[in-house]
């Protein structure tokens, strides 16, 4: 298996809903990232996981909210996002210190109303 | 801190024609390169990479890239593109140290429109 799997593929949410993205993946890579992608831009990090413990958080607002329960899962949080949040949110993981490279999932769009 | 430049934020050619997409990068000593793909709606697909070694890589769908260590470089090329080539471009870096702070760092993208 050489994939990162994103689920789900497309959200909606309202500003007062809780929701959660997952990401899955069975490499066996230890290190597990959350980035975000606005429209017409590069993907910013939010995150960095590795070895189930947080390494990295870019300053990312306490309303997006990571968790990595297992070496292959990873998960997001989202709770009382604004619109401005809304872009697509990737995940990846790579072997440390990725020489290898990171594999990307697709994604999940997220709108927030 | 690393960064990333590419210069040419959108470049169009026809089918068939050569493309160089540039990449420009900033690091004290030579980071990990690689070279991303983005088709409309979907996630990122590593082209290729330079860790170490020839500074040739050959990767997927007839691309190339050629690191240059003088010129802090990594330009992607490709002898002739398609039409299915019509995608976002990124360049990216990430420290060879790596470890707890392992981080990939995206240029700003270049868009290749390929015309029929």
């Known amino acids: 298996d050489t994939e990162v799997t994103q689920t789900p593929k497309h959200l909606v949410m309202g500003m007062t809903n809780k929701k959660s993205l997952k990401c899955e993946q069975h490499m066996g890579h230890r290190a597990m990232y959350w980035y975000k992608q606005k429209a017409k831009k590069p993907p910013e990090l939010m995150f960095v996981y590795s070895y189930e413990k947080l390494s990295i958080n870019e300053s990312v607002p306490s309303r997006f909210s990571p968790e990595c329960p297992n070496s292959s899962l990873l998960n997001l949080h989202l709770h009382a996002l604004q619109p401005e949040d809304s872009a697509l949110y990737l995940c990846?993981?790579?072997?440390?210190?990725?020489?290898?490279?990171?594999?990307f999932g697709s994604g999940t769009r997220l709108t927030v109303v | 801190a690393q960064s990333v430049t590419q210069l040419g934020s959108h470049v169009s050619v026809s089918e068939g024609a050569l493309v160089l997409l540039r990449c420009n990068y900033s690091?004290?000593?030579?980071?990990?390169l690689f070279w991303y793909v983005q088709y409309p709606n979907q996630g990122l697909q590593l082209l290729l990479k330079y860790t170490t070694g020839a500074t040739l890589v050959k990767g997927i769908n007839g691309f190339e890239a050629e690191f240059n260590k003088s010129q802090t470089s990594f330009h992607l090329r490709k002898p002739s593109v398609h039409i299915s080539d019509t995608a976002e471009y990124f360049c990216?870096?990430?420290?060879?140290?790596?470890?707890?702070?392992?981080?990939?760092?995206f240029g700003t993208g270049t868009l290749l429109a390929v015309q029929p």
């Open positions: 690091s004290s000593v030579p980071p990990y």
């Open positions: 990216a870096v990430s420290e060879p140290w790596g470890g707890a702070t392992n981080k990939l760092i």
């Open positions: 990846a993981s790579s072997q440390t210190p990725g020489a290898d490279g990171y594999t």
